[in-house]
């Protein structure tokens, strides 16, 4: 029942801010916008494609790495792969099993292992979460004076606070048993045991620096490549006046904000691109510009569905595709998701 409700409360979210962008925005002049790149620039288009494959490879390569953490072996192909079926999970389909918790599932069936997969891609979305507020920290000083309003202020205030307090929590161990008064509610001895093995293994990282360093280049990689997708698309339909620092700061921004609750960020994303850069290229163009990177985004998502729809003929040992049912089967271990532009 609470699963349906969640589903529910998604779909009102993303469909409810689209109906609401549609009504506010001449979507007339947003799609005459949008074509500028496809009859102008029609080369930027290749180099968008090919960015959006790299970001896929980059995605598994930061991934292998955490999961070499945890002595899990994949081929880079084949983590590749189980990104892009995240995409479709994240980005497509309405349900409550998100992309990590696909992803998770299958590098769980492949190496045999039930816990380390989740809590390599929880170490994942961690590492992704320094190196976007460190990226927005670094635009915002070299930005300031070209923040369309003060709102990113206080969010990278905010995701920077976060931040500290959770590299603290996971590097400091004196810190964490502060915090074991949590437990007590736990009245299952054996369940305090395994979340305490649990956050045994997130501080086990530390002892992995290039491992670790590995990942968080790759991230960087990721988050800058994807910034570049946006100045590049906004580029193409003549929107020259906006410097890139812009978009490195209020980009990731952006993708924070697809945390709430809806169908892979559909309509808060859209509705920030037109709160973030409505002063800097006019609502309209901001709209051009989320409309064509909702389609990349959407895009990467299909091919996810192509290659979920054909996993059983790529490996004839890879197990079929998780349901909503095997999760529950798991008494709640398995419960990572993100909805974030999942980068």
Known sequence: MKKKIFNILRIVVSLGLIIFLVS???????????????????????????????????????LQQVLRVQKIQL???????????????????????????AKGFYIARDSGKKTEPFVALVVVRIIGAFCLTAVTVVALIIGYNHLPNSTPIYMVAALTLVNVFALLFFTRRKLAVKFLVLLKPFKNKTLRKEIIAVYRLFHSHRRFPLQLGLAA?????????????????????????????????????????????SIGGLGIREGMYVWF????????????????????????????????AVSGTLRKSRPEPPREDDFDSTGGEISIDSSAPKF
Not at 77 to 99: D, Q
Not at 243 to 255: D, K, N
Request: with cysteine; hydrophobic share 55%; net charge negative.
């Open 24 to 62: 506010y925005l001449d979507i007339g002049k947003i799609v005459d916008t949008a074509s500028l790149i496809w009859s102008q620039h029609p080369g930027y288009l290749i180099v968008v494609v090919l960015g959006g494959l790299l970001l896929m490879i980059l995605e598994a390569y930061r």
């Open 75 to 101: 081929p880079l192909s084949r983590l590749t792969s189980y990104c892009f079926i995240g995409m479709f999970f994240n980005n497509i389909l309405p349900t409550t099993i998100g992309g990590d918790v």
């Open 217 to 261: 280049l790759a991230t960087l990689g990721i988050e800058f490549l994807y910034i570049y997708i946006n100045f590049l698309i906004a580029r193409g339909m003549g929107f020259t006046s906006v410097g890139f620092s812009s978009f490195m700061l209020l980009v990731p921004l952006i993708a924070v904000t697809t945390l709430v609750p």
């Open 277 to 308: 850069f409505g002063n800097l290229i006019g609502e309209d163009g901001a709209g051009a510009l989320s409309l064509i990177m909702m389609v990349f985004v959407l895009s990467l998502g299909l091919v996810g569905g192509l290659v979920y």
